[in-house]
């Protein structure tokens, strides 16, 4: 009988732990979206326009009287995003941390972004202010969203499951990004047969997005639960918390060299998405329909390959696995600098081989790092790798530009961040991942 009833509790537990897996997975589902329709796709060039529209003879704005070329807006919007969020991201991290409601915490931070995006519905004209104002409210939001959802792995998935469950994770959002984009395409391509203009029709993508983004997030605010872990103090402020954050990483050096190897190879990754684009257009000389199919390929391919490389990490260890994506990324940016201008197919090829590897090296990622934090502190440390993710990703960029500047060729420019897959390489072969996790304080699987 007390068999019987420990085996019931067992079942019991493991249902529930499954429940909450497919709840968190939800909310990459929800959230994705904004990624890739909103950012990717359709917010940076439509709001240039915008800005254009506003501009001086000269073709600048001047929000709060700073002047400003009207095409750098964008990038100006999202840099000063990243700098809010960074303020931000530790400060929520500790409160959840110490008093374990990080679902109100997620909650607050998803539909504050949500909301951010479905108001985009009202960018139009020149109203530039307003969608600079949106856009970093939405994608602040999203970085502390991401962050709590990030520190929910370790609470929900033991350790030989963390591989496959955050790889699914990254295949659900990859999913949702590539169904809605294509209804999103549909909708931007036949906008007069829904009786629209090309610029209401975006403004109805932009917002669907939002909408989509906080329906969606129900589904993991019902199923998550929260878990109280240390009494309740009060919180520093964003800069002097985040210090402290950094100076207890220090306590565990292990975990600083795998966050430091991540961050040079994941700013490779961002800047191949960010420039692939670019690559296309100047140096091979292809359409915004051929790139946008292209963004579209890379996102369902990415699901399969989120899925086939955990599948890879549960028979032969995360490390091996993220160190095999970084080599499948050098010889693809090698194959990239021999590409054919004016040929289509070829640069399919390109977006086919970086979706392969995209989604399973940012899920192993994650899951890798899940066993390096100690418990207790998973929103804190993971707002430090979130930072890494997002907040740090501009040596890339700047070497491409750099590169471009000096030789004047894509070409240069884009083999020029090999770089950071070899670096980043070998900053991750030289770590020791099991010891890392046992000075974590963690379970070491038995396959890492």
Known sequence: MGTDTVRAGTAGEAAGRRREQRGWYFYDWACSVYSTSVLTVFLGPYLTSVAGNAADADGYVHPLGVPVRAGSFFAYSVSLSVILAVVVMPLVGSAADRTGRKKPLLGAAAYTGAAATAGMFFLDGDRYLLGGALLIVANAAQSVAMMLYNSYLPQIAPPAERDAVSS?????????????LVANLVLYSAHASFGLTETAAVRVCLASAGLWWGAFTLVPLRRLRDRRTRAEGVAASGPRQLAETFRDMRRHPLTLA???AYLVYNDGIQTVISQASVYGSEELGLGQSTLITAVLLVQVLAVAGALAMGWLARRHGAKRTVLGSLIAWTATLGAGYFLPAGAPV???????????????????????????????????????????????SWLGPLLFGVTYQVTGSYRSAIISLVAFFVIGFVLLARVPVRRAIENAGNPVPDTI
């Open 346 to 392: 070829w640069f399919f090829v390109l977006a086919a081989g970086i979706g392969l590897v995209l989604g399973g090296s940012q899920a192993l990622s994650r899951s890798l790092f899940s066993h390096l934090v100690p418990a207790g502190k998973e929103a804190e440390y993971f707002s430090a790798y979130e930072m890494s993710d997002r907040g740090m």
């Open 168 to 180: 699914r994770g990254w295949a659900f959002g990859y999913a949702a990004g590539s169904l809605v």
């Open 258 to 260: 795998f966050l430091l």
